[in-house]
T-cell receptor
């Protein structure tokens, strides 16, 4: 099955740093979603993007739907300890009833 | 409003045993999904139900069966558990399947299954 290429696989940063991660696909998607998964919990939806070029913010999080519709980006500004977790991108296209998920980016904050 | 609930939270089985994982949602969503999550593999779709009365295979359906009991409930059954089915299982729901809007999926807390 298809999975999205998500990078980096892991990040080790200090509190207060900004974070950037991205997701790329060989296929076009019409919707991009970003989820966060805390240890021992299910993924929680952070941001949904519906249009190519769209830039959407949710607090310190900003995500963009790439112009080519084959990629998406997530930025976190001024990271805090509760940002620790795994971030997943997911893509949806009109011809498919199923989401395609990325392999995740694990974010760790170094004390 | 509890969202998506799953039972049990943890389960240990012996090879060959059977069990059913339960999932319920109270958001009046039409579509429901079962995923498994393995280290380094992300989320892989096992089965989904686009609407009440329908079920379809996902990426990794072998060894599993599902039942959409009603609009709220979607269960996953392992008829003869194998060690390869050791994983974390997540149920999710969305208002509709595959739509530009309302296709966003909301996840339950997961069931951690170990097969010995």
């Amino acid at each position: 099955g298809q999975q999205l290429n998500q990078s980096p696989q892991s990040m080790f940063i200090q509190e207060g740093e900004d974070v950037s991660m991205n997701c790329t696909s060989s296929s076009i998607f019409n919707t991009w979603l970003w989820y966060k998964q805390d240890p021992g919990e299910g993924p929680v939806l952070l941001i949904a993007l519906y249009k190519a070029g769209e830039l959407t913010s949710n607090g310190r999080l900003t995500a963009q739907f790439g112009i080519t519709r084959k990629d998406s980006f997530l930025n976190i500004s001024a990271s805090i300890p509760s940002d620790v977790g795994i971030y997943f991108c997911a893509g949806l296209d009109f011809g498919n009833e199923k989401l395609t998920f990325g392999t995740g980016t694990r974010l760790t904050i170094i004390p | 409003n509890a969202g998506v609930t799953q039972t049990p939270k943890f389960q240990v089985l012996k090879t060959g045993q059977s069990m059913t994982l339960q999932c319920a949602q109270d958001m009046n969503h039409n579509s429901m999904y079962w995923y498994r999550q393995d280290p380094g593999m992300g989320l892989r779709l096992i089965y989904y139900s686009a609407s009440e009365g329908t079920t379809d295979k996902g990426e990794v359906p072998n060894g599993y069966n599902v039942s959409r009991l009603n609009k709220r409930e979607f269960s996953l059954r392992l008829e003869s558990a194998a060690p390869s089915q050791t994983s974390v299982y997540f149920c999710a729901s969305s208002r509709v399947a595959g739509a530009r809007l309302f296709g966003e999926q909301f996840f339950g807390p997961g069931t951690r299954l170990t097969v010995l």
